[in-house]
């Protein structure tokens, strides 16, 4: 089945503790971003790679990092978690956004989310 | 002005009425048109999509995009209450990752 796992799907730690929320897909797609939601913000992009061993900031890196060591994973890291960065976080990957399939920019799968919580 | 504006509800309708979400955007460049799905704790799922100006219809769901007026709709019609969730517009140049929309709330009441 194709898919889009992350993990964990809830996580509560405190201010300053580094982490990582893991993210992999099973697609053998290039290109994969993250994003974090909030209530009337909206989905916003953090960081995104378009291929092993290329990332490049979205709208909000501040705070955050990645790696793309390998096509199926792209984790996510906080070196130094704060409050402001509790959210709903998704990752997402599609063949590529310039890629066209069916006359369509390839649709983005999203993950089931993780809900991070610093204290 | 944001790139993509999307009134964020909620919208809360009765069993078997028709639904009408809207997105306006003010880049002209944008070619490629999506409308998401997303249920409460899950993430966003495609719906529907649309290159370029015109009308999609599939079953229920009508997607339609006006490029002139820099306007995408999404209709719903006979809504049910499994469509209650958030349904979010997405955009794209062809060339650049996806704009979302904020998101607007949906419950249609049984």
């Known amino acids: 089945e194709a898919q889009v796992t992350q993990n964990p799907r809830y996580l509560i730690t405190v201010t300053g503790k580094k982490l990582t929320v893991t993210c992999s897909q099973n697609?053998?797609?290039?290109?994969m971003s993250w994003y974090r939601q909030d209530p009337g913000l909206g989905l916003r992009q953090i960081y995104y790679?378009?291929?092993?061993?290329?990332?490049d900031k979205g709208d909000v890196p501040e705070g955050y990092k990645v790696s793309r060591k390998e096509k199926r994973n792209f984790p996510l890291i906080l070196e130094s978690p704060s409050p402001n960065q509790t959210s709903l976080y998704f990752c997402?990957?599609?063949?590529?956004?310039?890629?066209?399939?069916?006359?369509?920019?390839?649709?983005?799968?999203f993950g089931q989310g993780t809900r991070l919580t610093v204290v | 002005q944001k790139e993509v504006e999307q009134d964020p509800g909620p919208l809360s309708v009765p069993e078997g009425a028709i639904v009408s979400l809207n997105c306006t955007y003010s880049?002209?460049?944008?070619?490629?048109f999506m409308w998401y799905r997303q249920y409460s704790r899950k993430g966003p799922e495609l719906l529907m999509y649309?290159?370029?100006?015109g009308n999609k219809e599939d079953g229920r769901f009508t997607a339609q995009v006006d490029k002139s007026s820099k306007y995408i709709s999404l209709f719903i019609r006979d809504s049910q209450p499994s469509d209650s969730a958030t349904y979010l517009c997405?955009?794209?140049?062809?060339?650049?990752?996806?704009?979302f929309g904020k998101g607007t709330r949906l419950s249609v009441i049984a």
């Open positions: 997402a990957s599609s063949l590529s956004p310039t890629r066209q399939v069916g006359g369509m920019n390839t649709e983005a799968f």
């Open positions: 880049n002209s460049a944008f070619q490629y």
């Open positions: 997405a955009m794209s140049r062809g060339n650049t990752p996806l704009v």
């Open positions: 790679s378009m291929n092993v061993e290329v990332t």
């Open positions: 697609m053998n797609h290039e290109y």
């Open positions: 649309t290159y370029s100006s």
